[in-house]
């Protein structure tokens, strides 16, 4: 049973990157269909339209927009070229076009022996020139292999998103464990700070006339400034929250959001270097900004 929650929980977490390809026939003509997407801040589409989707491109744009929420989007779109029927099966239009070249080339004083060989390998090298536009009825049936090109985009991403789930998730378990072992050092630290401070006055007292009210005051001050206790709580909550929108979300589209709780989290593990003096909790500190500084490089291809 965990298993499988665990299976449905993932499902809504998808990368950016993607790829799908399609080849189909309509009316004995064979198309491709060929998408990548990569990861972007926004809806970034790239495709050079082909006369026989000219028409379409904004409905084309649209479906993609649509479709593919974010990223940037590159396809292609291409008729597969096919042989023309041969001019030597089509005796009379080759006896034509030889016919023409041969006066012209004597009309302009032209050697007309390349002629023949000219013609022969034209007629090789010549394809079906692409369509000009797609019928209502072929856009229809192309449409449908665009939608199921997407799809395959869509189940690339979703495969690309497990792997991107588990990453991140182990990052901020490393993260939660670091900060266990603050709070740990943090007991130690702050005894150590206050009998260095004892020490400091005991060693300077009867040498150095003080006001007692100000010593307290600016002792108090130096202890809160010491104190780390709410970055811990801060960064505890950020970790809670980041699990939950890892698993609990049922949105296709959280990259943003938990890019969001990760600054957060690196405004709470900086304050925390900041306040450190102590080198056990800065090494501690490193750790958590080493581990911070992945999860961001990953969150950027998250959807």
Not at 263 to 290: F, H, S, W
């Amino acid at each position: 049973v965990l298993k499988f929650y665990f299976c449905l929980k993932i499902v809504f977490m998808y990368s950016m990157t993607g790829y799908g390809k399609q080849e189909f026939q309509i009316n004995s003509q064979n198309y491709q269909c060929e998408i990548k997407s990569l990861n972007s801040k926004g809806l970034e589409i790239n495709f050079k339209t082909p006369s026989f989707l000219k028409s379409r491109e904004i409905e084309i744009r649209n479906i993609l927009g649509t479709q593919l929420e974010r990223g940037k989007i590159d396809i292609v779109f291409s008729l597969q070229e096919t042989q023309k029927k041969s001019l030597i099966n089509d005796t009379e239009k080759f006896k034509m076009q030889f016919d023409f070249l041969k006066q012209f080339a004597i009309e302009n004083g032209v050697s007309s022996d390349t002629i023949l060989p000219a013609l022969l390998m034209l007629q090789e090298r010549e394809t079906v020139s692409e369509k000009e536009e797609l019928s209502d009825t072929e856009w229809e049936a192309y449409k449908m292999r665009l939608l199921d090109t997407i799809e395959q985009v869509w189940q690339f991403r979703k495969r690309e998103g497990v792997v991107v789930f588990d990453f991140l998730m182990e990052r901020v378990q490393i993260i939660s464990a670091k900060l266990v072992d603050v709070k740990a050092v943090e007991k130690d630290r702050f005894v150590r700070q206050k009998d260095k401070l004892a020490q400091m006055i005991s060693s300077n007292f009867g040498k150095v006339n003080f006001n007692p009210d100000r010593l307290e005051q600016e002792m108090l001050f130096y202890i809160e400034k010491m104190d780390i206790s709410e970055e811990i709580s801060r960064l505890a909550a950020h970790l809670h929250y980041f699990n939950e929108l890892l698993e609990g979300t049922m949105e296709k589209s959280v990259g943003k959001k938990i890019g969001f709780v990760a600054q957060e989290m690196g405004r709470e593990i900086n304050t925390l270097g900041a306040k450190a003096n102590d080198a056990n909790l800065q090494r501690l500190v490193v750790d958590m900004k080493d581990e911070l500084e992945k999860i961001k490089e990953q969150i950027a291809n998250v959807l």
